[in-house]
């Protein structure tokens, strides 16, 4: 659509037709389309960073050891969240 939007003003252009407002359109939309880009980018980032600390959370055990040194049972408890 904006290539179209695009071709369209620019052929009109072309042809001696000063549309403003299409000339307005067409330069919107292709600015849209690098903040677009952007908040794609932003977004996907984003979300792989919060799998990343949901993956690292689920995982994240520490091994105390109690009770008498003899048994070496390991306990394994949640980390504690920072």
């Not at 009770?67 to 980390?79: E, I, K, Q």
């Amino acid at each position: 659509m904006v290539i179209v939007v695009y071709a369209s003003q620019k052929g009109l252009d072309a042809a001696g037709a000063q549309l403003v407002g299409l000339e307005r359109l067409s330069q919107a939309l292709l600015a849209l389309v690098a903040f677009v880009f952007l908040a794609v980018l932003l977004h996907s980032r984003l979300t792989e960073a919060a799998a990343d600390q949901a993956r690292a959370r689920r995982h994240a055990t520490v091994t105390v050891k109690r009770g008498p040194s003899w048994t070496r049972s390991p306990t394994t408890v949640l980390a504690a969240r920072s």
